[in-house]
């Protein structure tokens, strides 16, 4: 299985400052067929299912807003928000789907 | 816009067979695109993909090696669904289920609480 670790578990940033989250797979998720990383970011609300903000590391779903933004390649990624909301406080989960089983981070939790 | 509702109980005792149905509306179960998942959530386990259906000229199914023997994923292309069963339940399996769509999930039922009590 392809083990995918999250740092930190949680932190805090102030409203309109930076937040960074990482991800690290224990192997590579970079699909030379078609140039793209199997890598997707969520971001999960209280009492909500996990909604889709990127994927293929970087691309943005639709609706996504533009200070949502992904980067990274091979096993390492990043989660970055350029501007912290108040609407942003959740918890934010990688996953890889290279491979089955697809699998998880353990998520990072991000307030205020 | 694709959507999916989940159906099924909530509470079941150990040695039972959990059985949850996933209705897709704004799509097809069998786009050939990409494929349909069960996930589950736990304190303990964090966010655990059960397994997948998808259709490429025939019908696949992938299932997670710790489940696999008691995992079953079908799809029912007449109601434009697909169903999770897992039989012997045990507490362990108490958990927040979802379906999903797409390798990357664009999309999510609304969870159903599955709880596993004598």
């Known amino acids: 299985d392809i083990v995918m670790t999250q740092s930190p578990d949680s932190l805090a940033v102030s409203l309109g400052e930076r937040a960074t989250i990482n991800c690290k797979s224990s192997q590579s998720v970079f699909y030379s067929s078609n140039n793209k990383n199997s890598l997707a970011w969520y971001q999960q609300k209280s009492g909500q299912p996990p909604k889709l903000l990127i994927y293929?590391?970087?691309t943005r779903e639709s609706g996504v807003p533009d200070r949502f933004s992904g980067s990274g390649s091979g096993t390492d990624f990043t989660l970055t928000v350029s501007s912290l909301q108040a609407e942003d406080v959740a918890v934010y989960y990688c996953q890889q789907y290279y491979d089955t089983p697809l699998t998880f981070g353990g998520g990072t939790k991000v307030e205020i | 816009q694709v959507q999916l509702q989940q159906s099924g109980p909530g509470l079941l005792k150990p040695s039972q067979t959990l059985s949850l149905t996933c209705a897709i509306s704004g799509d097809s179960v069998s786009r050939s695109s990409d494929a349909w998942n069960w996930i589950r959530q736990s304190p303990s386990r964090g966010l655990e993909w059960l397994g997948r259906?998808?259709?490429?000229?025939?019908?696949?199914?992938d299932y997670a090696p710790s489940l696999r023997g008691r995992i079953t994923i079908n799809a029912d292309t007449s109601k434009n669904q697909f169903s999770l069963q897992l039989n012997s339940v045990t507490p362990e399996d108490t958990a927040v289920y979802y379906c999903t769509g797409g390798s990357a999930m664009n999309c999510w039922g609304q969870g159903t609480l599955v709880t596993v009590s004598s």
């Open positions: 293929s590391a970087s």
């Open positions: 259906t998808y259709y490429r000229s025939r019908w696949y199914n």
